[in-house]
C-alpha cells in the first residue's frame, strides 16, 4: 500500500441537502484549498464512488441521506479492507447522544454538527479541513486494480459558488 500524494487528494462530500453542499463547497474555496471536491447526492451513490475510484483524502459524511444512510455507508467503508483506514467526519445537522456514539463505534473519525450561524460553519469546517488535510498524516491506502491517478469520479464535480 501506499500513501496517497497531495496532488492525487480529492474530497468527497455525501450530501443530499443542496444548500449545505454549497456552504461545503464555499468554505473549501474560500479557505483557498487546492484538492478537487465531488458531492453524491445520497449513501449508494457514495459508497459507489469509494469503491470504484481511487479514495479521496477525506470524506465528509452526511447521517440523513436517501437510499442508504451515512451510518450504513460508514460501516460499509470500516469493513472494507482497501478502505478501512480513510479519515471519515460526521457533518451532520442532528447529533442526539445516542447517534454520536453509534458513530464512534462504527468508527468516525470526528463527528461535527453543523451550526446554524454561518460565520461559525464556515470557521469550524475550515479549521477540520486544514487539521485533516494538513496537519494529519493520511494512512495508505490501497488503489483498486487498474486505476491509475486520474481515477476519480468522472461526473461533474462540485461547483464553486
Known sequence: MEALDKAERWILVIEDNEDDERLATRTVSKAGRLERMF?????????SILKNCIPPGLVLLDLKLPRLSGMDVLSAVRQDERLCGLPIIILTSGGEPSEVAACYE???????????????????????????????SLPPIARPPNLESEDVPHRKEAAVP
Do not use: M
Not at 458531492?39 to 459508497?47: H, K, N, P, Q, S
Not at 470557521?123 to 488535510?133: N, Q, S, V
Open 106 to 136: 462504527l468508527g468516525c473519525n470526528a463527528f461535527i454538527r453543523k451550526s446554524t450561524d454561518y460565520e461559525t460553519y464556515i470557521d469550524e469546517l475550515t479549521r477540520t479541513l486544514e487539521f485533516w488535510l494538513d496537519i494529519n
Open 39 to 47: 458531492v453524491a447526492r445520497d449513501g449508494a451513490e457514495g459508497l
